[in-house]
Structure formats: C-alpha cells, structure tokens
T-cell receptor, first 112, second 113 residues
Framework: KNQVEQSPQSLIILEGKNCTLQ??????????LRWYKQDTGRGPVSLTI?????NTKSNGRYTATLDADTKQSSLHITASQLSDSASYIC???????????FGAGTRLTVKP | IAGITQAPTSQILAAGRRMTLRCTQD?????MYWYRQDLGLGLRLIHY???????GKGEVPDGYSVSRANTDDFPLTLASAVPSQTSVYFC????????????FGPGTRLTVL
C-alpha cells in the first residue's frame, strides 16, 4: 500500500489558470516533505522542501503548504504556463534519513 | 558541470542476460540511490549508498546488486534479467542522506524480453 497518495491522478488546465495538487501521507516518523517536478523523459527536479515545523514554502509561481497534523500537503501553481506541463511528485522522508516514500504523481497538462 | 549521468540511455535485453547500468556524479555527493519508475507507481528505491564503501537495500532490492568503490560511481547490476525488471531506472545523489535534496540523472529505459 502506497503511504503517499496524490490527487488528482491527472489534470488539464488552460494557460494562465491556477491549480492545486494534493498529497496525503500516512508515513511516520516524518522528517520532511518535498515536491518534485518531472518533465517527460527526464529525472525529477526538486521544487520545495518543508520540515514538520514549516507550513508554507514558495518557489516562484509554486507554493507548497504542509499541515503536519492532518498529514496533508498541497502544491499551488499560479498563472500556469505551458512549461508547467509535467508530473508533480510528492516525497515524504522518514526520520531515519534513508527511507522515503514517493507518491505516484499528478500529471498536469497546460493547454494554450 | 555534468551533475549526474547515466548510461545507457536505453537498452533492450534478452531475459537471463546480465546487465549493468552505470551512474556517475561529479558533485562529490556522499549518498547515491537507484530507483525504478513504473507506470502508475511512484519511484521505488532499489539500493542506496550513504558513502563510498557502503551500500544498503531499499524497498525492492531483489534481483539487483550495487557496489560503491568510490564517491563518483554507483553501478546497478541485474545478474539475470527478467521481464518484470522492464522499467525506467533513475540514479540520484544527495550531499548526505535521503533527508537532503536529491539530484536525479536522466534515466535509463530498460526493456527485458
């Protein structure tokens, strides 16, 4: 059973619109949570990282939030661009620093 | 700066053959990882190495072996490939452990027939 669940599986939006991707996790003990962007045919690239004490982190048009109590995170993309079309992966690290759980990702398509 | 490279880019392999996927990083990172990524599933950790000379098993280690003779290289070997090992394989590195940001290679697409 995957301990990191992402929703939706896929999403299509128009260029310029905003969107929010969700990540729910059950893993513990929790160390940090990351969001990665993976373009088709490429390796994932880190967007944000948050520890349990942080509840928001921004990287340009990307804003991640974290609620460690409810074990939920979201990634908000503002004013989407065609280049935002990619898979977005939520990754939760456990406290022993060698164990991580990856979500299956949300496939985002931005259309003109 | 190359970052992290993988070879080959893709490979078609007959079942039962031995195959080594290569991974090299030039960032002097201590930790390195091998993942496989299958459609509809998240990345799954195969093996990792926290520092040169040490390795550990991840979530799906069976059928795979690794070695870490030096800081830069972390090859992944399939001793006798099976069709279920058809996947995209990603190598990654981080300064220290998995709590640090990982930098991924471009991936190797492996097909076992």
């Amino acid at each position: 059973k995957n301990q990191v669940e992402q929703s939706p599986q896929s999403l299509i939006i128009l260029e310029g619109k905003n969107c929010t991707l969700q990540c729910n996790y059950t893993v513990s003990p929790f160390s940090n949570l990351r969001w990665y962007k993976q373009d088709t045919g490429r390796g994932p690239v880190s967007l944000t990282i948050m520890t349990f004490s942080e509840n928001t982190k921004s990287n340009g048009r990307y804003t991640a939030t974290l609620d460690a109590d409810t074990k939920q995170s979201s990634l908000h993309i503002t004013a989407s661009q065609l280049s935002d079309s990619a898979s977005y992966i939520c990754v939760v690290s456990l406290y022993n620093n060698n164990d991580m759980r990856f979500g299956a990702g949300t496939r985002l398509t931005v259309k003109p | 700066i190359a970052g992290i490279t993988q070879a080959p880019t893709s490979q078609i392999l007959a079942a039962g053959r031995r195959m080594t996927l290569r991974c090299t990083q030039d960032m002097r990172h201590n930790a390195m990882y091998w993942y496989r990524q299958d459609l509809g599933l998240g990345l799954r950790l195969i093996h990792y190495s926290n520092t040169a000379g040490t390795t550990g098993k991840g979530e799906v280690p069976d059928g795979y072996s690794v070695s870490r003779a030096n800081t830069d290289d972390f090859p992944l070997t399939l001793a006798s490939a099976v069709p279920s090992q058809t996947s995209v394989y990603f190598c990654a590195s981080s300064e220290q452990g998995a709590g640090d940001t990982q930098y991924f290679g471009p991936g190797t697409r492996l097909t076992v027939l």
